[in-house]
């Protein structure tokens, strides 16, 4: 059975300190990796989709990598509008859907 | 560009009923999928239509249905509601015919309180 595991559940940084989270996967066979930026009372907010190891995805202060089993999300010099729940989801060979994480609640102090 | 409309935003029901949910699509977005969250499982998968076809299920009981109109307009049906069917249910479509972007552009949900 697909699964992802996000960690750490809940971050909290002080503006300008820069951090990583991770998302562990596993799929039989991955056709994407990606990430939604999750807002209190909205709806994920796609930021980026990754599809093989070494692959790398840039923006503003947001990167995300990919490895054979995990990826991460580092944020640099971060501000307090970055604070939200960020989720990571995997789509295996074939499917139309998504697994998603459990989430990451990034807050970031001013 | 207006994005995905859901309707109701919020609603109350009571245990034993039944509740329709209402999810139209981006413009030209064929695909539209839904998905539950609660705060203990996460974002879930419930179905995914393309072109009025149901072409993936989640591993939710036979409560929960849906279908999709030929205007690429979404409902989904939850039958004899429980207590634990309280949750957000969000609404995605994809412009991508064989879903293989995974870009979801998710609306703001229809929160569901099942007293």
Redesign the interface.
């Known amino acids: 059975e697909d699964q992802v595991t996000q960690s750490p559940e809940a971050l909290r940084l002080q503006e300008g300190e820069s951090s990583s989270l991770n998302c562990s996967y596993t799929v039989s066979g991955l ?2 990796l ?1 990430w939604y930026r999750q807002d209190p ?6 930021l980026f ?1 990754l599809y093989s190891a070494g692959e790398e995805k840039e923006k503003e202060r947001l990167k995300a990598t990919l490895t054979k089993k995990e990826s991460f999300l580092h944020i640099t010099a971060p501000k307090p509008e970055d604070s939200a729940t960020y ?1 990571c ?1 995997v ?1 295996a060979e074939g ?9 990451t609640r990034l807050t970031i102090n001013p | 560009k207006a994005g ?1 409309t859901q309707t109701p935003r919020y609603l109350i029901k009571t245990r034993g009923q039944q509740v329709t949910l209402s999810c139209s699509p981006i413009s030209g977005h064929r ?1 539209v ?1 839904w ?1 539950q969250q609660t705060p203990g499982q ?4 419930l179905f ?1 239509y ?1 072109s009025e076809t149901q ?2 299920k ?1 591993n939710f009981p036979g409560r929960f249905s849906g279908r999709q109109f030929s205007n690429s307009r979404s409902e989904m049906n939850v039958s004899t509601l429980e207590l634990g069917d309280s949750a957000l249910y ?1 609404c ?1 479509s994809s412009r991508s015919r ?12 229809s929160r569901l309180t099942v007293l």
């Open positions: 056709r994407g990606f009372g909205k709806g994920p907010e796609f989709t989720l989801a789509q499917a139309q859907k998504l697994v998603f994480g459990q989430g | 995905v695909s999928s998905y996460g974002l879930q998968f995914e393309f072409r993936n989640g969000l995605a064989d879903f293989n972007t995974g870009e979801l552009f998710f609306g703001e949900g």
